[in-house]
């Protein structure tokens, strides 16, 4: 599973996103259109470290990382994250 679509189901599956997946496009602006908040940020960094196994220093914590999920998934290949999706990749 590409980054995108697995930043799109940890929000999904662990935020209140009331709307539908498909709504949470690459360029979809989550902290202007309140997908998530200061506390919801807190809760997504530490899902995508555990998902992803990379660790998000507080200079890191940027909007322009974790503005859409395009900029998150952006971050977390700059970071050299995988986690399990990428070890399943490499078996192919």
Do not use: C
Not at 47 to 52: D, G, N, S, V
Not at 56 to 64: A, G, R
């Amino acid at each position: 599973m590409e980054a995108e679509e697995r930043v799109r189901k940890l929000i999904v599956e662990n935020l209140d996103w009331s709307g539908s997946p498909r709504d949470l496009t690459r360029d979809y602006d989550l902290i202007t259109n309140h997908v998530i908040d200061s506390l919801d940020m807190l809760k997504l960094i530490s899902l995508i470290e555990q998902e992803f196994q990379i660790k998000v220093d507080d200079t890191e914590l940027l909007p322009d990382n974790f503005a859409t999920i395009g900029n998150i998934a952006a971050f977390i290949e700059r970071k050299g994250g995988g986690g399990a999706g990428a070890l399943r990749r490499d078996r192919q």
